[in-house]
Nanobody, 121 residues
Framework: QVQLVESGGGLVQPGGSLRLSCAASGSIFSINAMGWYRQAPGKQRELVATITSGSSTVYADSLKGRFTISRDNAKNTVYLQMNSLAPEDTAVYYC???????????????WGQGTQVTVSS
């Protein structure tokens, strides 16, 4: 069984910063990519950023320059540094891992339970 556990969410004032972490644990053979998605009230879940095991990254265009994704492969952990936060960044942030649980199994998506980020004065 695979678990993704997120941490680091909370309430922050506009212009502030937060760092999210997500650790994957359990029966994991390999992790191809990890990433972050977010879902604001009344909106669809959207991509924030992803990172491969080789550290190739993809960002939502609107977030480039403010958010930075990084990864510690040895710890199966992905981070999201969020700077210059604005009220429109308020959402539940979900961790995603595209991983295989056995040598010959196809990669599958796993999700964390989400962590709330609220940007408000």
């Amino acid at each position: 069984q695979v678990q993704l556990v997120e941490s680091g969410g909370g309430l922050v004032q506009p212009g502030g910063s937060l760092r999210l972490s997500c650790a994957a644990s359990g029966s994991i053979f390999s992790i191809n990519a990890m990433g972050w998605y977010r879902q604001a009230p009344g909106k669809q879940r959207e991509l924030v950023a992803t990172i491969t095991s080789g550290s190739s990254t993809v960002y939502a265009d609107s977030l480039k320059g403010r958010f930075t994704i990084s990864r510690d492969n040895a710890k199966n952990t992905v981070y999201l540094q969020m700077n210059s936060l604005a009220p429109e960044d308020t959402a539940v942030y979900y961790c995603n891992a595209h991983l295989s649980v056995r040598r010959w199994s196809l990669p599958t998506d796993y999700w964390g339970q989400g962590t709330q980020v609220t940007v408000s004065s």
